[in-house]
């Protein structure tokens, strides 16, 4: 049983990267081949045993909500039509009434402030963070590992894997004191350091599991990198009271927040796929060496 029960999804961003794909549809919602990436995020979590979700909202994201929610007419239809798959496809995304839960950030004040405003729902409890975009393809759920880990450790956890030199301007990096198999133990974090100045390569990827005390280091914490509230500079400033760790997760991380990595995630994916892989192993290997695409 996990000792982690409730999870935070900021969705509050724009999808700007996306547009205009993400004008009217939020980007979690863009298809990774047939499910919305906010599902692969979904699934992580349930596996890694988490009851009760909190997505952190802004405006225009009504999508994400009636994703999770019951679609009476559609279900009545595909029942009496027979069709079974796209029934159970449906089904796999409803989550228990109650479960969900929903707070809107009004003003778009950075990742650190749109986790402070679950405060509320999340109380005294450890918690898990999930950033949707960052999406990962791993034997056992990364969030699964992290609480296993977690359950042994405490404190503040994030997940963990190295970049290029070159990379660490676009994320949290870890300074690490020691490290002992997966796990390495930071003195303190920084967010999007400039890379001649960076501690390690080391970079957080969008998963955390954090002590409440976060929420006392944001409510006091001050615009940092991009003038955004950081969600690194509150675990860095934590680093002192709370032991923060980096776990080395096994899987594939996949930058879904990015144009290319999106691509990549979707060709990984579904070369993955019974039902879709051995014909798009073979129409890439054409279209690579020049062929003209074969008539169906
Ligand atoms: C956010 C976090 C950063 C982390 C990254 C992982 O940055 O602020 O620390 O490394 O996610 O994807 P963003 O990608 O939102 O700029």
Avoid: W
């Amino acid at each position: 049983m996990s000792h982690v029960k409730i999870a935070v999804f900021p969705v509050a961003g724009l999808g700007t990267r996306f547009l205009p794909a993400t004008k009217s549809v939020p980007k979690e919602m863009l298809p990774l081949i047939d499910r919305p990436l906010i599902e692969y995020a979904m699934d992580e979590a349930r596996e890694a045993g988490i009851e009760e979700f909190v997505f952190v909202t802004s405006g225009g994201k009504s999508a994400l909500e009636n994703h999770f929610g019951a679609a009476p007419e559609l279900e009545r239809r595909l029942r009496s039509g027979g069709k079974t798959d796209a029934l159970a496809a449906i089904e796999r995304s409803r989550l228990p009434e109650g479960a969900l839960s929903f707070v809107r950030q009004e003003v778009p004040r950075g990742l650190g402030h749109a986790v402070g405003l679950a405060r509320r729902l999340v109380g005294n409890r450890p918690f898990a963070v999930m950033l949707p975009d960052d999406v990962i393809d791993a034997p056992r759920g990364c969030l699964r590992q992290m609480v296993e880990a977690h359950a042994v450790h405490g404190g503040h956890m994030v997940a963990a894997m190295e970049v290029p030199q070159e990379a660490v301007r676009a994320y949290g990096i870890l300074d690490v004191a020691e490290e002992t198999a997966r796990l390495a133990r930071a003195r303190g974090l920084v967010e999007k350091p400039d890379p001649a100045l960076a501690p390690s390569r080391l970079a957080v990827v969008g998963r955390y599991l954090l002590e409440p005390s976060i929420f006392d280091r944001l409510a006091n914490a001050v615009p940092g990198a991009g003038g955004e509230i950081q969600l690194t500079d509150a675990i860095n400033a934590d680093a002192r009271r709370v032991p923060v760790h980096g776990l080395r997760f096994e899987g594939e991380r996949f930058d879904c927040g990015s144009v290319p990595g999106y691509l990549e995630a979707t060709v990984a994916f579904a070369l993955k796929r019974a039902d879709l892989g051995s014909d798009l192993a073979r129409t890439l290997r054409q279209r690579l060496a020049g062929a003209p695409r074969a008539a169906a």
